[in-house]
């Protein structure tokens, strides 16, 4: 079983392979958190503002939280949101997908202007309106998030059976009083998962940046500590800018927020090209 992986990692450019060894780091960190980090993530353990060096190797914040810690603590969140949101988005909007194609006529129209209207709504407007009346926590923002996700592997996925549906093979099935649910996991899901495999990688990104920036705008899970929200309260400290501060206490989150959504990206571009084989022309 774990054959197949290895020997798609292998397939991966130099930038792939480094990034997808970042994100190994960052789940291990993530995993491993309470072994790693010394120190809680949301008490005080030492001088407030303490500067990186010593027990606290990436200083604290103005509560005297170590901010290695809140790192750690916070890949947790990213990762939970990335992926459980890059799940629901991905089944959710690959099954439409899927219903819309085979099925067509009114059922494609409707579903068709519906996802229309999704794509050309403000999304983080929107997000931010439902976060706020929904409330902050991290199951509301994984709801709200792929709330507005499902609609690019619909469309994706909808394209691919329009085209897959015609094949002779699937008419040939049909001929001989396949239904629609044998179609569905026999021929659809196994030719179209290539496919939903790079939207999920793809999507996981989109969340997490979506979730610090309602985190960074004070509406996340206060308790979560996720990287935005270390963010957010060091743009709230007053005179943050003015004072050394900013180089642990707002650096070293984005840094990790930073490596974790490009390596994402690096992924899902490699995916998409052994996916695609047209695209590493």
Same mark, same amino acid.
């Given at each position: 079983?774990?054959?197949?992986?290895?020997?798609?990692?292998?397939?991966?450019?130099?930038?792939?392979?480094?990034?997808?060894?970042?994100?190994?780091?960052?789940?291990?960190?993530?995993?491993?958190?309470?072994?790693?980090?010394?120190?809680?993530?949301?008490?005080?353990?030492?001088?407030?503002?303490?500067?990186?060096?010593?027990?606290?190797?990436?200083?604290?914040?103005?509560?005297?939280?170590?901010?290695?810690?809140?790192?750690?603590?916070?890949?947790?969140?990213?990762?939970?949101?990335?992926?459980?949101?890059?799940?629901?988005?991905?089944?959710?909007?690959?099954?439409? =997908?899927?219903?819309?194609?085979? $099925? &067509?006529?009114? @059922?494609? !129209?409707?579903?068709?202007? *519906?996802?229309?209207?999704? +794509?050309?709504?403000?999304?983080?407007?929107?997000?931010?309106?439902?976060?706020?009346?929904?409330?902050?926590?991290?199951?509301?923002?994984?709801?709200?998030?792929?709330?507005?996700?499902?609609?690019?592997?619909?469309?994706?996925?909808?394209?691919?059976?329009?085209?897959?549906?015609?094949?002779?093979?699937?008419?040939?099935?049909?001929?001989?009083?396949?239904?629609?649910?044998?179609?569905?996991?026999?021929?659809?899901?196994?030719?179209?998962?290539?496919?939903?495999?790079?939207?999920?990688?793809?999507?996981?990104?989109?969340?997490?940046?979506?979730?610090? =920036?309602?985190?960074?705008?004070? $509406? &996340?899970?206060? @308790?979560? !500590?996720?990287?935005?929200? *270390?963010?957010?309260?060091? +743009?709230?400290?007053?005179?943050?800018?003015?004072?050394?501060?900013?180089?642990?206490?707002?650096?070293?989150?984005?840094?990790?927020?930073?490596?974790?959504?490009?390596?994402?990206?690096?992924?899902?571009?490699?995916?998409?090209?052994?996916?695609?084989?047209?695209?590493?022309?």
């Amino acid at each position: 079983m774990l054959l197949k992986p290895i020997k798609t990692i292998k397939k991966f450019s130099l930038l792939g392979k480094t990034s997808f060894i970042v994100i190994l780091l960052i789940l291990l960190v993530a995993i491993f958190a309470p072994c790693i980090s010394i120190h809680p993530y949301n008490v005080s353990s030492g001088p407030p503002l303490s500067p990186p060096g010593g027990e606290h190797p990436l200083g604290t914040d103005e509560l005297g939280i170590d901010l290695w810690a809140q790192i750690c603590y916070g890949a947790r969140v990213s990762l939970l949101v990335g992926f459980l949101t890059a799940l629901l988005a991905a089944l959710g909007g690959g099954l439409i =997908g899927i219903v819309s194609g085979y $099925l &067509g006529g009114w @059922t494609d !129209k409707i579903l068709m202007r *519906i996802i229309d209207i999704m +794509i050309v709504l403000p999304d983080l407007p929107v997000m931010i309106v439902m976060a706020a009346f929904f409330g902050p926590s991290l199951l509301n923002i994984i709801l709200v998030l792929a709330l507005f996700s499902w609609v690019f592997p619909a469309r994706i996925v909808r394209s691919q059976v329009l085209m897959l549906k015609e094949q002779g093979y699937i008419k040939s099935a049909e001929t001989y009083g396949a239904g629609a649910w044998y179609l569905i996991h026999r021929h659809f899901l196994p030719e179209v998962f290539p496919l939903v495999a790079v939207n999920m990688v793809r999507l996981t990104g989109r969340a997490v940046v979506a979730e610090a =920036g309602l985190s960074f705008l004070g $509406l &996340g899970d206060p @308790t979560s !500590k996720s990287w935005g929200l *270390i963010m957010h309260h060091a +743009i709230n400290f007053a005179g943050i800018y003015f004072t050394p501060f900013w180089k642990w206490w707002l650096l070293y989150p984005w840094l990790a927020l930073t490596l974790m959504v490009i390596s994402l990206a690096f992924i899902s571009r490699e995916l998409e090209k052994m996916a695609d084989p047209r695209m590493g022309r």
